[in-house]
């Protein structure tokens, strides 16, 4: 018991340090606000959620979150990208944790994408009309712009863009993890039992 503890913890700091990695490279699209910039740090803390379950994969969405910010820091001081990047993964990861653990097939977890996908592009779309955008705005002593516009137009297309790459990323990482996610999970059952 006490074995299978540490091995949680070794692993989840395995996987945030991936996702901390990978939240270096990042790129932004052509024709979407600069601060909006596609990575694929959601990917190990989805492993973790599916493997171990939703704590795991909210503690590397946490820990990969602060690294970035004591590494690289907020341009407002606060940190308002790292807590919209916070509420994007855990949009992103639960839906496909909750309906991946009831079916436990690939229809599942394709079926948990999508619900991912639609649930971060609508969550992120009301959080940043109600939180991000204007903390955004008074942090930076931004001018006035058209935040609907900003949404429909920029937060929107672009979760969904985010949510279907990685989407086709996980469905191909799935196909050659299959087996290795598979005995990760079932030894984490286990261990609740």
């Excluded at 503690?59 to 907020?74: Q, R, S």
């Excluded at 001018?143 to 137009?153: P, Q, R």
Aim: glycine share 8%.
């Amino acid at each position: 018991m006490k074995k299978m503890k540490v091995r949680s913890f070794v692993t989840v700091a395995m996987l945030s340090s991936i996702s901390f990695i990978l939240m270096f490279l990042n790129f932004p699209l052509p024709y979407f606000p600069v601060f909006l910039e596609i990575d694929f740090s959601d990917v190990p803390a989805l492993i973790a959620a599916i493997t171990m379950g939703p704590v795991a994969g909210i503690l590397v969405e946490l820990i990969k979150n602060i690294l970035n910010w004591l590494f690289i820091g907020a341009p407002t001081g606060v940190p308002v990208g790292h807590m919209a990047n916070f509420a994007t993964g855990l949009l992103f990861i639960l839906p496909v944790y909750y309906i991946y653990k009831k079916t436990n097939s690939i229809k599942g977890l394709i079926l948990g994408l999508v619900a991912g996908t639609f649930s971060m592009s609508i969550g992120m779309s009301v959080l940043n009309y109600v939180a991000f955008l204007p903390m955004y705005t008074y942090f930076l002593g931004m001018g006035s712009f058209d935040v609907k516009e900003t949404i429909v137009l920029g937060i929107l297309p672009f979760n969904i863009i985010k949510g279907i790459l990685l989407m086709v990323l996980v469905l191909m990482l799935f196909r050659t993890m299959r087996k290795w996610i598979e005995s990760q999970r079932a030894q984490y059952l286990l261990q609740k039992q």
